[in-house]
T-cell receptor, first 115, second 113 residues
């Protein structure tokens, strides 16, 4: 059974802290993604990576960075957390677009609260 | 650019009622269309998909038909259950954009006994 895991389900941090969100997938997928989910806004892509050490900005990269040192692991970093980064963060993975209908696989999400 | 528009929620239905959640899309090529479901406290799971016009995706009693002429992929279920309470996301991907996914804003469904 395919699996995407995220390091924490719930996280509470203070403004200005550096925050690491970790994601691991066991499907040998090349592509990995970080989204944030907010009510009324759906899922918005923050960053994605199509290979080790490669990264691409998504729609809302400001205030975030990422790291992909190993194929199975993709980290999202908030260099200095702010209250407007309080959100649900979802990690996903898939293989390159080899066929129509290939799906993304999602982790359970991390609900981050920044006080 | 590509985009997905789905009906605003929240939607509240009684058990055994008929469900429709509308979804329309804009795409430059020939997208694949998806419905994902997010149960409380969990990530998104694929519910069903369709990869070409007139295809019907189905799973767990849910259905959606890929309508190219109306650029729609509406989700339907004939008789909802309390366990169907969740948030539903319509999405598309296209091979010519590297299979990048575009999601709708989500529709929250609550089914009451």
């Amino acid at each position: 059974d395919v699996k995407v895991t995220q390091s924490s389900r719930y996280l509470v941090k203070r403004t200005g802290e550096k925050v690491f969100l970790e994601c691991v997938q066991d499907m040998d997928h090349e592509n990995m993604f970080w989204y944030r989910q907010d009510p009324g806004l759906g899922l918005r892509l923050i960053y994605f990576s199509y290979d080790v050490k490669m990264k691409e900005k998504g729609d809302i990269p400001e205030g975030y960075s990422v790291s992909r040192e190993k194929k199975e692991r993709f980290s999202l970093i908030l260099e200095s957390a702010s209250t407007n980064q309080t959100s649900m963060y979802l990690c996903a993975s898939d293989s390159p677009g080899l066929a129509a209908g290939d799906t993304q696989y999602f982790g359970p999400g991390t609900r981050l609260t920044v006080l | 650019g590509d985009s997905v528009t789905q009906m605003e929620g929240p939607v509240t239905l009684s058990e055994e009622a008929f469900l429709t959640i509308n979804c329309t899309y804009t795409a430059t090529g020939y997208p694949s269309l998806f419905w994902y479901v997010q149960y409380p406290g969990e990530g998104l799971q694929l519910l069903l998909k369709a990869t070409k016009a007139d295809d019907k995706g189905s799973n767990k009693g849910f259905e959606a038909t890929y309508r190219k002429e109306t650029t729609s992929f509406h989700l339907e279920k004939g008789s909802v259950q309390v366990s169907d309470s969740a948030v539903y996301f319509c999405a598309l991907s296209e091979l010519n954009t590297g299979n990048q996914f575009y999601f709708g804003t989500g529709t929250s469904l609550t089914v009451i006994p």
